[in-house]
């Protein structure tokens, strides 16, 4: 009875003792969780950042390249405006030409000079503005025309191709040398009532004025008198330029042409504009005012 005793004491110790170990077991778990779960939620947070850093890593990069690719695609567009835009300028200035060239086709012009048959066009006859034949074809004017479509200008025929060559080669045109004086006095009566003498014969009344001064010394003039005279025909028109020294500014980059007036014995030349003249002194020296 005793040993029986004896030996469920010695169970109930062992039970005793095996629940004691588990309640240290027990009494230490909580921090070791707890150690673990910080653990465990470092490494998170961790990976969560190095994630997120590549992922911003990665936007940025697109960002770039998609900056780049806009880059370059505005540079290609703009490349593509320009070509487009020297496309069109080049359509619209070979537009404007074939317009022109048919705008001359269509606006032909048969004429008839005082017998003398001519064909031309419209814009041929308006090319010079504040002229007779641009006024007389502006279309202001109701014109009429003969049986034939012809339309007649009661002037002498003879030297008008030198009026239309004139009109076609405005600024380039030059009256052939074979002209003789006669007959471009005939030519400057015609170019004058068209309004085309300072076109064709700018210096045609200085040339009349120098010969008259010649014609006159060599009937009347001494030898001196007439060395004279041509030294003065050879001035028939002349310019003052811009880098000349010794001159005032208001006489720079004028251009003089010789009058029938006349100074002590020896004639007056005139600016273009006709607000200063020059003409030689008692002493033979240029004098202006």
């Known amino acids: 009875m005793a040993h029986g005793k004896s030996r469920r ?15 240290e077991e027990l009494s230490g778990s909580p921090c070791t969780v707890k150690a673990s779960l910080e653990e465990q939620g470092i490494k998170e947070l961790k990976e969560v950042q190095e994630n997120a850093a590549k992922e911003n890593a990665r936007l940025l990069a697109e960002a770039h390249e998609e900056k780049a690719d806009a880059r370059r695609d505005a540079k290609k567009a703009e490349a593509m405006r320009r070509d487009v835009e020297k496309l069109r300028a ?18 032909k012009i048969l004429l008839d000079v005082g017998g003398h048959k001519f064909t031309t066009s419209r814009q041929t006859l308006t090319s010079i503005p504040d002229t007779y034949l641009a006024s007389l074809f502006s279309g202001r004017f109701e014109l009429t025309t003969d049986a034939d479509g012809v339309y007649f200008i009661d002037r002498d025929g003879t030297y008008f191709r030198h009026v239309l060559n004139c009109l076609r080669d405005c600024g380039r045109f030059e009256l052939s ?21 300072d076109h064709i014969l700018p210096h045609y009344a200085q040339e009349v004025i120098g010969r008259a001064l010649l014609q006159r010394e060599c009937l009347d003039g001494t030898t001196c008198e007439l060395q004279t005279a041509v030294a003065q025909v050879r001035a028939l028109v002349f310019e003052m330029g811009s880098t ?46």
Do not use: C
């Open 244 to 289: 000349t020294p010794f001159l005032n500014d208001k006489f720079q980059d004028l251009r003089f042409g010789i009058t029938d007036r006349v100074v002590n014995s020896s004639p007056v030349w005139a600016a273009v504009d006709g607000k200063w003249f020059m003409y030689r002194d008692v002493r033979g020296n240029m004098t202006a005012w």
């Open 90 to 107: 080049a359509l619209e200035e070979e537009k404007a030409a074939m317009e022109k060239a048919h705008t001359f086709q269509t606006s």
């Open 177 to 197: 040398s074979d002209v003789t004086s006669g007959q471009k006095k005939e030519l400057a009566v015609e170019l004058e009532f068209y309004g085309l003498l």
């Open 9 to 23: 004491r010695d169970e109930s110790d062992q039970q005793k003792g095996a629940a004691g170990e588990s309640r």
